[in-house]
């Protein structure tokens, strides 16, 4: 194959949000993914806009959650436009109602100039929300299955040469440079590599990984379904969530797991969710059940994402380690690495 002027290794959505912004500088691409694309952490996640907890963010993540606010709505419409696909980007706001988070929100709004508002009363009637509870109405959603789609089919507009069930395993390394991916015996060229495989990016750079440390989070998340739409805000309380969908689908999170990379699902994390939310909301026990399912939150010991060339290698970069806001700083980080390689 012909040497590319771009290959990525990893195409959850960080990988397929930098391929794309690459091949719309022109710039040709490989990308690729030991599975199908954006099976892993991305497809398990939720979906909201935002940090869980604004205030304890690293600075440096919390500029990119803030620039990813205020740029997803134009990224979700030209990737419509363009594809015809509907991610559903849907600002319905969020209600934070954990007590313990309620003030440090409030400090954290006010320094930030977020909209708050108090005396939400738009949820169901039995729902038990606390009188002290905040909202925040500029948040928004977005249905990440729908968006990695999207991003798929851009992907093939632009012409990316797309690599699944292929897994890379190693770099092909010369003094400060990268010369090839290998793929067994074979090797692929480039000019530029950028690592970008969540939690198994410390894993690819073996050990040539100039100090990138990124462990596995393990989240498992509920997914209930009501004949139609009964929830039009999400639902914030401390860990757990509800995520309402605009068709009565309700997603239940989530779980924060130290299991190393295993990731199988367990009727213990269920009970726990499901106990969760028919004490706040009753009403959960007759939506229809629909699916539960997991995923590998690539975590960084000081929480905020690699991002950026590689100490050692002046033509490898990295974009991994976004935690629990990989959907949120995607569009911005892609967009951050390509004006970086360009
Ligand atoms: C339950 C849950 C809920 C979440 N909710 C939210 C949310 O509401 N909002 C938000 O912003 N974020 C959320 N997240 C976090 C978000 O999902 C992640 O930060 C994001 O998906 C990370 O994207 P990624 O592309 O780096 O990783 P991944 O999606 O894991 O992609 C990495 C890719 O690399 C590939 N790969 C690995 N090894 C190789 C190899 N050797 N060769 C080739 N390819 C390889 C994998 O197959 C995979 O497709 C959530 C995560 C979970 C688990």
């Known amino acids: 194959m012909s040497k590319k002027d771009c290959i990525i290794v990893g195409g959850g959505i960080i990988g397929m949000a930098t391929a794309r912004e690459l ?19 991305s497809w398990a996640a939720g979906g909201i806009l935002s940090p869980m907890r604004p205030w304890s963010e690293h600075p440096f993540s919390a ?22 696909i509907d991610p559903e980007y849907y ?14 929100t409030r400090q954290w709004a006010d320094k930030n100039k977020v909209i708050i508002a108090e005396n939400y009363k738009d949820y169901p009637t039995n729902m038990r929300i606390p009188a002290n509870s905040i909202f925040l109405p500029e948040i928004a959603q977005v249905r990440v299955p729908g968006l990695l789609k999207a991003l798929h089919a851009s992907l093939l507009k632009l012409g990316v040469t797309i690599f699944e069930n292929t897994a890379i395993t190693g770099l092909q390394l010369d003094k400060r440079r ?25 894993q690819i750079l073996g050990s040539n990984n100039c ?24 639902v ?43 004490t706040l909301w009753p009403d959960i026990a007759r939506a ?12 960084t ?41 360009c």
């Open 23 to 41: 091949a719309m500088r022109g710039l040709s691409v490989s990308l690729f993914d030991k599975g199908k694309l954006g099976m892993e952490s």
């Open 178 to 202: 990268c010369k090839s991916v290998q793929l067994g015996s074979e090797k692929y060229y480039a000019d530029t590599f950028i690592i970008s495989a969540g939690v198994w990016s410390e």
């Open 211 to 234: 100090g990138i440390k990124i462990k596995p989070v393990m989240g498992q998340i509920l997914c209930v379904k009501f004949a139609e739409q009964q929830l039009e805000t999400m």
């Open 91 to 104: 600002r319905c706001g969020l209600l934070m109602i954990n007590q313990d988070d309620v003030e440090q």
């Open 63 to 84: 500029e990119l959650s803030s620039q990813g606010k205020s740029c997803y709505a134009d990224f979700v419409e030209a990737l419509k436009e363009q594809t015809g």
């Open 301 to 341: 010991d000081n929480g905020k994402p690699y991002l950026g060339q590689l100490e050692d290698y002046e033509n490898v970069y990295i974009n991994a380690g976004h935690f629990r806001k990989g959907i949120l700083q995607a569009p911005v980080c892609a967009r951050k690495i390509a004006e970086m390689v």
């Open 236 to 278: 914030l309380d401390g860990g757990h969530y509800f995520i309402p969908r605009k068709d009565g689908h309700v997603l239940i999170g989530s779980t924060m797991e130290h299991a190393g990379f295993d990731k199988a699902i367990t009727q213990k994390a269920r009970n726990g969710m499901m106990e969760w939310a028919c």
């Open 288 to 299: 229809e059940f629909i699916k539960h399912w997991s995923g590998l939150r690539p975590a």
